[in-house]
């Protein structure tokens, strides 16, 4: 099997696409580093890989605007001469009762989330069929996305449909030998996750609702994305849980009323 050598990696200035980004370059590969906003972050990353060796191009796109989504595929696509990987990572998250969402809240999650990292895959999907390029594609999602967790509905809904359009994906680009498959990942230490890890009591309170008792880390994540990369030929379609055992507990996040007015 060829190993794949160029990858682009969305939403790599920080947390598991920074962790990522980091660990495939150790590894050989050729890193496109995609980011919105964080210049000075991805340029960090970018600085690290190249001070190790290795190669780094980034990108600059908002997901949300689908336009940037689609030509993020095609500058990555050519910029680099062809890809083999894509990890998409990007996304946004924040916790809202489920009374108190909003029509923009629920098209910001759709809009990022779910239509950029698709409208990216396909973008990407399509000139890796054009090539005869054997691919592979793993997106990060999320455990809400199969168990909806405390106002997080919207966000998991987002990425819910996101499950299921890489699986839509697996199953029509098998024929051209491109895997694709996601990851359902847990409670891991972001920035996004912040306020939870950096409040000790609320941590600890959090951590009892998981089996293993802590956060995981973005290198965590990195590194199961990179041996399945090594040794996953035959894997598509597929989820793959990566949540220290969190889906397996029935206690966690009980519910409580709706603040009265």
């Known amino acids: ?60 796109a908002d997901l949300a605007d689908p336009v940037q989504a689609e030509q993020l595929g095609t500058e990555a696509w050519e910029i680099m001469n062809g890809l083999d990987v894509l990890i998409n990572n990007a996304g946004v998250s924040y916790k809202k009762h489920v009374l108190d969402i909003t029509p923009e809240d629920l098209d910001l999650f759709y809009k990022i989330n779910t239509k950029g990292t698709f409208l990216l895959t396909q973008t990407l999907a399509r000139k890796m069929v054009q090539t005869g390029t054997e691919g592979s594609i793993y997106t990060i999602t999320s455990v809400n996305a199969i168990r909806p967790g ?71 994540i990195a590194a199961v994305i990179a041996s399945l990369l090594e040794s996953g030929s035959y894997m598509t379609g597929s989820t793959i849980v990566i949540d220290g055992g969190l889906l397996l507990m029935r206690g966690y996040g009980k519910p409580g009323k709706y603040p009265s007015p």
């Open 150 to 220: 405390m106002g997080l509905s919207a966000y998991g809904a987002s990425k819910s449909a996101l499950e299921t359009l890489m699986q839509g994906l697996a199953l029509e680009l098998a024929p051209h030998a491109i895997n694709v498959n996601t990851l359902a990942v847990g409670a891991i230490r972001t920035t996004i996750n912040a306020t939870v890890w950096e409040n000790p009591g609320l941590l600890a309170s959090v951590n009892e609702g998981i089996p293993v008792k802590r956060f995981g880390e973005p290198e965590e």
């Open 1 to 60: 099997m060829r190993q794949p050598k160029k990858t682009l990696v969305t939403g790599a200035s920080r947390g598991i696409g920074k962790a990522t980004a980091l660990e495939l370059a150790r590894r050989g590969h050729e890193i496109g580093l995609h980011f919105h906003q964080q210049r000075d972050e991805a340029e960090a990353v970018q600085e690290i890989i190249v001070r190790e060796g290795g190669k780094c191009s980034l990108f600059e």
